[in-house]
């Protein structure tokens, strides 16, 4: 599909929130190379560090109070994610895993968008309700998610 320069279609979406497809303006920061960059450099910096065989990050909360922190069993999730194991990856850290997966669904998105020369996806918010709701959508994925690691901390 051949999209004009500045061609923009709307979805809307309940609670004044709105998908926007249009092209990149000129002078516009492309995002989807960006983080693409950022996600595919990562990565690589991650595989190498495991690689050549560096130790695991430590985890000061973790070491000072024996319980774990937020982000408990993110490494390894993130190798039980890349070595395919997905149910394993899903016991370490439930919020890592759909990262992980949020993460894979945008740099596929990315990468077809900046090959192709597609338009562009943006979310837009366009009311104060909207971002607060949102913001505690977050905030309560975060508790639940430490939640769930306090109540399986043996296992870390």
């Known amino acids: 599909m051949d999209w004009p320069l500045g061609a923009r279609h709307n979805i809307e979406l309940p609670g004044k929130m709105r998908l926007r497809v249009r092209c990149l303006a ?6 989807e190379l960006i983080w693409l960059s950022v996600s595919l450099v990562s990565l690589g910096l991650a595989a190498a560090w495991l690689t050549v065989g560096l130790p695991w ?3 000061v909360f973790h070491d000072i109070t024996g319980l774990p922190c937020v ?3 993110m490494t390894r999730c993130g190798v039980q994610f890349f ?3 997905f149910l394993t990856a899903l016991k370490w ?3 890592v895993f759909t990262a992980l997966c949020g993460l894979t669904a945008f740099d596929l998105y990315a990468f077809s968008t900046l090959a192709t020369r597609g338009p562009r996806l943006r979310i837009c918010f366009y009311s104060e309700t909207t971002k607060i709701f949102v913001r505690i959508a977050v ?4 508790v639940l998610n430490w939640i769930y690691l306090l109540m399986h901390w043996r296992n870390f």
């Open 26 to 31: 000129p002078g516009e920061i492309d995002h």
């Open 139 to 142: 905030i309560s994925a975060l």
């Open 93 to 95: 850290n439930p919020l």
């Open 71 to 73: 982000t408990c069993g």
């Open 57 to 59: 990050p430590r985890c």
């Open 83 to 85: 070595h395919g194991h």
